[in-house]
């Protein structure tokens, strides 16, 4: 290091390029020194960096043969090249204590010596035994910290009593009788506590990794949710709009078209009148002429051809309705705009109420029911949708309530009809929170939810509740009850029960089961996910098994 710095510019630190020597024999680079008198050009007195010897005027600057030829032998031989300017200590830097002139930056702090050093004088640490048990560690500024001020000792002891760091003649005088121990020992102890305490960290960590991954599905959920529903209630008012602005082009054709009909009647019925007025006037004019004749017996001769009349044309009477014509049409078509407007009106405080809340479910979602008396704060009013119904099914009660039957029903086909399982399933759909309660008599009945799209499936995985992955089944017969799902059937313990009740709250997906008697017994409750609106569905095995949506309002 020493022989770099003799062959260093003590401007660039870096080894000599072009030197020159100025009068007063200090070498520096050509580029260098040229730069740095450039800055003293407007004080015309030029100044050596080294010994500050001043110039006047500006030396003339003159390549060194003899030391650039040196300077290409070294660096032939394999002379190390000075050290970058990023090792030289900066204000934030730990410097090397050791290094004179400008200091390298600490590479390490030695807790024996009280001393930090860079790579070059840190070698003897490595190299000497005499070094074998100092501590070396990462370049530290607060080597001075564990000097006692009192003794000028280097503090190895801790003073529990008075949790600090203090040295052995502390140990022996003001702390004499305070429980000292070694300051490795105490930091062994702290370090079992800090190993705990990270394990402690750790875990907490990974319970909030859980819990962020946890959120991070439930929004989601809550984006997939929307996006869903956003895209799904767009399509349908498209829909709509699409059939209002269909029924509006058929009232207009039909209107245009009765219009252009009962125009050209009219049209065809003046023309005939037209003509006739028209042979009318010209016989008026030769009855006129007729009657100027002078000559009685001419005039009594001719007047029989003169005086008949032609026919008239027929035409049926002519009755001018009041300005009536398509009114009654108007009249209808507002009478469809004003239902129309009813059901929108009563239908969109559902709506928007759902969505209100869904916000509020998702804000401060409200605990789950416990007494019936809760349950029944959700209770939904269900019927059966004839369209889903197999032919074996018969419907009654205003549509609540189905029976079994032997003989095939004859229902007109519809794509969402159950024909390889007697089931049949809501015709309202269920989002949010709902409660119902199915009553049955006999064994062998199911009460099930679905997606509305597993009606009409021809295969019997795809159609029957519980054998897939859209519908949720809990059946009892025979004294056995059974929950299935996705072909995976969950034996039920309990006896067999004519009444459930079935609770769903949609958004948290939960779905549960309850005996219900005087008392609300659980059976079975889902946790899950619901990505579409679901419907009540039965299942029916035995011939004349019934079952009923009860009312509960």
């Not at 995976?488 to 769903?504: A, D, E, K, N, P």
């Not at 949609?506 to 609300?520: D, N, P, R």
């Not at 035995?542 to 009923?548: K, N, S, V």
Request: proline share 4%; hydrophobic share 30%.
């Amino acid at each position: 290091m020493a022989e770099q710095a003799k062959f260093s510019c003590s401007i660039c630190l870096d080894l000599l390029k072009d030197p020159v020597t100025i009068p007063c024999g200090h070498s520096y680079c050509m580029n260098c020194i040229k730069s740095h008198w450039d800055g003293e050009d407007e004080k015309e007195i030029y100044s050596c960096p080294q010994c500050r010897e001043t110039f006047t005027p500006r030396p003339v600057l003159v390549k060194n043969t003899m030391l650039a030829d040196l300077m290409e032998e070294l660096k032939k031989s394999g002379l190390p090249a000075a050290p970058a300017d990023h090792c030289y200590a900066g204000p934030d830097d730990v410097a090397c204590d050791v290094c004179s002139g400008r200091k390298l930056k600490a590479t390490k702090s030695c807790l024996i010596c009280l001393v930090s050093y860079c790579d070059e004088h840190l070698q003897p640490h490595y190299q000497s035994s005499a070094f074998e048990k100092h501590k070396l560690m990462e370049p530290s500024k607060k080597l001075q910290e564990n000097i006692c001020s009192q003794h000028d000792e280097v503090m190895k002891m801790f003073c529990r009593t008075d949790q600090q760091s203090i040295c052995y003649l502390c140990s022996v005088d003001q702390h004499k009788d305070h429980d000292t121990v070694s300051a490795a020992a105490e930091r062994s102890e702290r370090q079992k506590e800090l190993e705990v305490s990270q394990l402690n960290i750790q875990q907490r960590i990974q319970d909030r990794q859980k819990d962020v991954k946890l959120l991070q599905q439930e929004l989601e959920a809550i984006n997939r949710s929307a996006d869903k529903t956003v895209e799904d209630t767009e399509k349908m008012f498209t829909e709509l709009i699409r059939l209002m602005e269909k029924r509006s082009s058929e009232v207009t054709q039909q209107v245009r078209s009765q219009q252009e009909t009962e125009v050209s009647r009219v049209k065809e019925l003046q023309e005939k009148l037209q003509q006739e007025i028209t042979e009318l006037k010209r016989k008026e004019a030769e009855l006129k002429k007729f009657s100027h004749t002078e000559d009685h017996n001419q005039f009594l001769q001719n007047f029989p051809s003169v005086s008949a009349l032609s026919e008239s044309t027929d035409s049926p009477s002519i009755n001018i309705r009041p300005l009536r014509y398509f009114e009654d049409v108007t009249a209808a078509v507002s009478e469809v705009r004003d239902k129309l407007q009813d059901v929108l009106r009563e239908k969109w405080r559902k709506v928007l109420l759902t969505v209100t809340e869904v916000d509020h479910l998702l804000s401060n979602p409200p605990p789950e029911p416990r007494t019936r008396d809760e349950f029944l704060k959700y209770s939904c009013e269900l019927t059966l949708d004839p369209n889903t119904l197999h032919t074996q099914l018969l419907l009654s009660e205003g549509n609540r309530k189905a029976t079994m039957k032997r003989k095939q029903q004859s229902y007109p086909s519809h794509p969402d009809r159950f024909t390889t399982c007697c089931q049949v399933l809501s015709k309202e759909s269920l989002t949010g929170r709902c409660y119902w309660e199915v009553e049955w008599s006999r064994d062998g009945v199911g009460v099930a939810v679905a997606y509305r799209n597993i009606g009409g499936a021809e295969s019997l995985d795809e159609s029957r509740f519980g054998l897939n992955d859209k519908s949720w089944a809990f059946f009892s017969y025979q004294r056995y009850n059974a929950f299935w799902h996705n072909n995976v059937q969950t034996h039920v313990s309990g006896s067999q029960c004519y009444r459930i009740g079935v609770y769903l709250d949609h958004s948290a997906g939960i779905l549960s089961f309850y005996s219900v008697s005087e008392t609300m017994t659980l059976l079975h409750r889902v946790q899950t996910t619901f990505t579409q609106p679901l419907y009540a569905g039965l299942w029916f095995y035995y011939i004349d098994d019934t079952a009923e949506f009860r009312k509960l309002t």
